[in-house]
């Protein structure tokens, strides 16, 4: 049985925060893959700076081809829109579900409005959720006595895609926050500016 990681996002675009969080994970957690599981469109966010699905998944393949524990699953690219994690998660049980496991991944940020997702008490009930720090106000957050909820010591990356795009839109220059075959894609493509 496979352990995966599924860490869900728009990755627009993915940058380094996004791989060191995936990579420790796969290395300090036991998680054998993490899948960076790219959304078309979340039920929470706008749309209009959100570029192309596939540009999207060819920097997060881009990002990761040389981490062999991290793998990139287009999985809602098929599934009707807005789309939920429930209903994504439903179908990676029945593609997989015979020889895979399968826990998310979010920043505790996220963790604060668990509870508003759609069947979050199903999630909670049926998957184990690791939780990776972020520099938030310390809050009272019931699900993390949970015990399917695991902090992690993950380092803190307070690097955003919102903060890389505007920086791009504004002339500046971002490529060391981004692994080098994104930069190469986003420069050689003309995102974000």
Do not use: C
């Not at 791989?19 to 929470?44: G, N, R």
């Not at 596939?54 to 009707?80: G, S």
């Not at 940020?109 to 009930?125: R, S």
């Not at 955003?160 to 971002?174: E, H, L, P, W, Y």
Request: proline share 6%; charged share 25%.
């Amino acid at each position: 049985m496979k352990n995966v990681g599924l860490f869900f996002g728009t990755f627009n675009p993915i940058h380094l925060g996004h791989l060191v969080i995936a990579q420790y994970l796969a290395e300090f957690t036991e998680m054998d893959e993490v899948w960076f599981v790219v959304t078309p469109k979340s039920p929470f966010k706008m749309k209009k700076t959100l570029l192309d699905n596939n540009h999207r998944y060819q920097m997060v393949f881009e990002a990761i081809k040389d981490y062999p524990k991290l793998k990139v699953n287009t999985i809602e690219f098929k599934l009707p829109q807005p789309n939920y994690t429930i209903n994504t998660l439903v179908h990676l049980e029945e593609k997989y579900g015979e020889d895979h496991s399968f826990s998310l991944i979010m920043g505790s940020d996220n963790l604060q409005h668990f509870h508003k997702w759609k069947n979050y008490e199903a999630i909670l009930e049926n998957y184990s959720i690791y939780v990776y720090p972020r520099i938030t106000e310390k809050v009272e957050n019931p699900f993390l006595e949970h015990p399917k909820v695991h902090m992690t010591e993950a380092p803190i990356m307070e690097i955003s895609s919102t903060f890389i795009r505007k920086a791009r839109k504004d002339g500046k220059d971002v490529r060391a926050m981004l692994p080098e075959a994104v930069w190469i894609y986003m420069d050689e493509m003309n995102f974000y500016e």
